[in-house]
């Protein structure tokens, strides 16, 4: 199976802070990635698939990037509503796996 | 608009069997792979299984292989887990989702708690 190594797990920062979250995979994947953000007590949204193609109805501030096996996700000035937990998601050889979270906070 | 919602999570002892029901609406269900992912509480996502439009296509994650059974029901618009000889660590809210043709989910259902204790 294919693991995605999220990093960092917790990251602390500011409204208006650039900030970035990477996804390592075991193997090559080649775009096929996907990051969501959850809420506590939410279900999971989707906020970029496809690696980089960002999702209809979220703000133009998030983005994402790579291919093979290296993947970020950026957001380029926080906002309040975009503390939350990102995960990333891969498909390969019919099976679907996630990254552990990374949990964003307020510093 | 496109909604999915869950619904049959509950207590259940170890051994004992239970099935989720996922009711789609808003959209056309036949069109689209479906999927059910789950959270332990406190933990991370956790994809489960998924099933082509028509059935055809089946996939599991090891961890439940052999003792879940996803299916659908097109005509009602709706998708099934059938879960048997549940252990304490299927404990989880349960999510069924829409996979959007680019191998990511783009609609989620709100979940079910699923509880298995003695």
């Known amino acids: 199976d294919i693991q995605l190594t999220q990093s960092p797990s917790f990251l602390s920062a500011s409204v208006g802070d650039r900030v970035t979250i990477t996804c390592r995979a075991s193997?090559?994947?080649?775009?096929?990635l996907a990051w969501y953000q959850q809420k506590p007590g939410k279900a999971p949204k989707l906020v970029i698939y496809a690696a980089s193609t960002l999702q209809s109805g979220v703000p133009s501030r998030f983005s994402g990037s790579g291919s093979g096996t290296d993947f970020t996700l950026t957001i380029s000035s926080l906002q309040p509503e975009d503390f939350a937990t990102y995960y990333c998601?891969?498909?390969?050889?019919?099976?679907?796996?996630f990254g552990q979270g990374t949990r964003l906070e307020i510093k | 608009q496109a909604e999915l919602m869950e619904s049959g999570g509950g207590l259940v002892k170890p051994g004992g069997s239970l099935r989720l029901s996922c009711a789609a609406s808003?959209?056309?269900?036949?069109?689209?792979?479906m999927t059910w992912i789950r959270q332990a509480p406190g933990k991370g996502l956790e994809w489960v299984s998924y099933i082509s439009s028509g059935s055809s296509i089946i996939y599991y994650a090891d961890s439940v292989k052999g003792r879940f059974t996803i299916s659908r029901d097109n005509a009602k618009k709706s998708l099934y887990l059938q879960m048997n000889s549940l252990r304490a660590e299927d404990t989880a809210v349960y999510y069924c989702?829409?996979?959007?043709?680019?191998?990511?989910?783009?609609?989620w259902g709100q979940g079910t708690m699923l509880t298995v204790s003695a």
């Open positions: 808003g959209f056309s269900f036949s069109d689209y792979y």
């Open positions: 989702a829409r996979d959007s043709r680019f191998d990511a989910f783009d609609l």
């Open positions: 998601q891969q498909v390969n050889t019919n099976l679907i796996t």
């Open positions: 193997q090559g994947i080649n775009n096929y």
